[in-house]
């Protein structure tokens, strides 16, 4: 994997699984990799990964049954708030982009309309 230094690596790796939750590539209550596979598959030392994980726990976006394994949740409204964050975040640093071009709010509308009629 292809990590941006400037960013903490376990951050990416919350982003990645967020993404693939919301994006349903993994589903609701969806059994997750073990810590240490995760690891593997994203080339990451195991603690990292583990504090990815409790990372996720604490946030209630995955759930840890010790002995039996860690899965999504299965709560709708954590997805769907998740999912409304993640976007806010898309739409913000776009906006932040665009104004550190110089453009002014209506200009960056009338982009945006011009993207959608391509």
Known sequence: ????????????????????IVTGALARG???DSVRALSEKFGVNLNTMQ???????????INTQRGVGSYVTDDAQTITNLKEEMSNGMISEFLQGMQN?????????EII???DEL
């Open 101 to 109: 071009l110089g453009y002014n709010k209506q200009e960056i509308l």
């Open 30 to 32: 969806e059994r997750i």
């Open 113 to 115: 309309r011009k993207a």
């Open 51 to 61: 504090r990815a994980c409790s990372e996720l726990e604490r946030q209630n976006v």
């Open 1 to 20: 994997m292809n990590f941006n230094p400037a960013i903490p690596i376990y951050l990416q790796i919350m982003d990645m699984i967020k993404r693939d």
